[in-house]
């Protein structure tokens, strides 16, 4: 019985054990932001309910920063290591602002004026649609916010904020939506001194969880102008991570203002880092592309599509990754699709159609509205403007779907040609669900 008993105690303290050890999981991600053309890698951090991004910043700029998201206490600590200064961001709680726990975001002091409400409303939607990420199973997510303005507000801003992405649960990680507009001078009034109440609203009833992969689309209806920024996950592993470094570190100085936080790279390491970005890009190795007779059979009730390298017309891009970029934005749901080089092996590979993309048009556009302000805060070259044709084609006989995708994007040809092959992607998608 003494020898039951401690086996029993073992086997207690093992299981105990191994439920710390799941729930108790530190992870670092790497992740490729491209932001108004400019590719950041980003380091990503992750322990507990808490998360801390490290990155190259655009142009140089914000490499001395990191972010800590503190969900347990909804609030994001913003870092500047080499000034040793950090600003709180409080979260935005549901139908109120919310209270930082110290020094917070604020504007200079100037003479202020009282306006009306605004609202941001914010609603998350999940589609349904799982897929294996890393080993995990992602939840398809989007997420759309609208600013709601009193007809005595002082921001009467016609914005719209979407976001469309993959996300997965980890053990204890759970942030609310984070709704606060914070420092973005996009989301502030007008005139300087007159202040509005702001409120927040959440609907929808899906969840988010950690991002794998994102695509979020802001615009402003009255100024014209919209961007698109990407986020993809390109590693993602378990670690044992310090809870320091997800505090505010000892010796740094509180600011209350967003700007003392970033200084302006000088003009050499500018030109510098994008063009070991710019090489990145255009000249990195191409993923190769797999033997149509090698691929595994297809799952009952999967649509598979053949993926042929696009033609282009325009400026020099590398068509075998946007080959292989493609493919993945296509693969949702019941939707599969892989790279193929032929028609020929679409069919050996037991496709369901094959798909054809030819860039009609991809050159640097003439400077703009748009492009103005992009140079203003990066100093970033005009946009890119740039066209796909394409042509969906039923391998079994039927109707296929030809259209186009366009627009003005990025400051690069790669991620112009990036952006308008997910609006494809997103049309293609589409056209499938309606048959």
Same mark, same amino acid.
């Given at each position: 019985m003494h020898?039951?008993? @401690?086996?029993?105690s073992v086997i207690a303290l093992? &299981?105990? &054990?191994?439920?710390?050890?799941?729930?108790?999981? #530190?992870? $670092?991600?790497?992740?490729?932001? +491209?932001?108004?053309?400019? @590719?950041?890698?980003? +380091?990503?951090?992750?322990?507990?309910?808490?998360?801390?991004t490290e990155g190259g910043g655009i142009m140089g700029m914000g490499k001395d920063n990191a972010d800590i998201e503190q969900c347990d206490l909804k609030q994001n600590v913003k870092l500047n290591n080499k000034k040793r200064l950090y600003l709180l961001e409080p979260f935005g709680?549901? !139908?109120?602002?919310?209270?930082? /726990?110290?020094?917070?975001? /604020?504007?200079?002091?100037?003479?202020? =004026? /009282?306006?009306?409400?605004? +609202?941001y409303v914010n609603n998350v939607t999940d589609t349904g649609e799982r897929k294996q990420m890393f080993g995990m199973t992602a939840r398809h997510v989007k997420t759309s916010m609208s600013m709601e303005a009193s007809p005595d507000a002082c921001n009467k801003q016609d914005m719209k904020m979407e976001s469309d992405g993959w996300y997965v649960d980890l053990p204890t990680f759970s942030c609310p939506i984070r709704m606060s507009p914070g420092n973005n001078p996009q989301f502030q009034a007008p005139s300087g001194g007159c202040q509005d109440t702001i409120h927040y609203r959440n609907t929808g009833s899906g969840k988010l969880g950690f991002a794998l992969s994102e695509t979020r689309t802001m615009s402003m209806g009255d100024a014209g102008m919209s961007f698109?920024? =990407?986020? #993809?996950t390109t590693d993602f592993s378990r670690a044992t991570l310090e809870q320091a470094l997800f505090e505010i570190p000892q010796g740094y100085t509180a600011t209350t203002d967003s700007s003392d936080l970033y200084s302006r790279p000088s003009i050499a390491e500018m030109k510098e880092y994008q063009k070991e970005e710019q090489t990145q890009m255009e000249t990195g190795p191409a993923p190769p592309l797999k033997d149509p007779g090698t691929i595994r059979p297809k799952a009952p009730g999967v649509t598979r599509i053949g993926v042929l390298e696009p033609t282009n017309h325009g400026d020099s891009v590398n068509t075998a990754n946007l080959q292989a970029f493609l493919a %993945? @934005?296509? +693969?949702?749901? $019941?939707?599969?699709?892989?790279?193929?080089?032929? %028609?020929? !092996?679409? @069919?050996?590979?037991? &496709?369901?159609?094959?798909?054809?993309? !030819?860039?009609?048009?991809? $050159?640097?556009?003439?400077?703009g509205l748009f492009g103005n302000v992009v140079g203003k805060i990066a100093g970033a070259p005009s946009p890119y403007d740039a066209q796909v044709e394409y042509r969906l084609t039923p391998l079994a006989g039927g109707k296929t779907v030809a259209n186009k995708a366009g627009g003005k994007s990025g400051s690069d040809a790669y991620t112009a040609a990036q952006a308008v092959l997910t609006m494809e992607a997103q049309a293609i998608s589409s056209a499938l669900g309606k048959n």
């Open positions: 020898y039951l008993f @401690r086996s029993l093992i &299981c105990t &054990c191994g439920a710390l050890l799941v729930f108790a999981q #530190d992870y $670092k991600v790497t992740q490729v932001t +491209t932001v108004q053309g400019q @590719r950041i890698t980003n +380091t990503v951090y992750v322990k507990g309910p808490r998360k801390r709680d549901d !139908d109120s602002a919310a209270t930082p /726990k110290g020094p917070a975001a /604020k504007p200079r002091s100037v003479p202020s =004026t /009282k306006g009306g409400v605004v +609202t698109t920024t =990407t986020t #993809d %993945e @934005r296509l +693969t949702m749901g $019941k939707v599969e699709a892989i790279a193929v080089a032929s %028609e020929a !092996d679409a @069919r050996t590979a037991n &496709c369901d159609y094959v798909l054809a993309s !030819d860039f009609t048009k991809l $050159k640097q556009a003439s400077m």
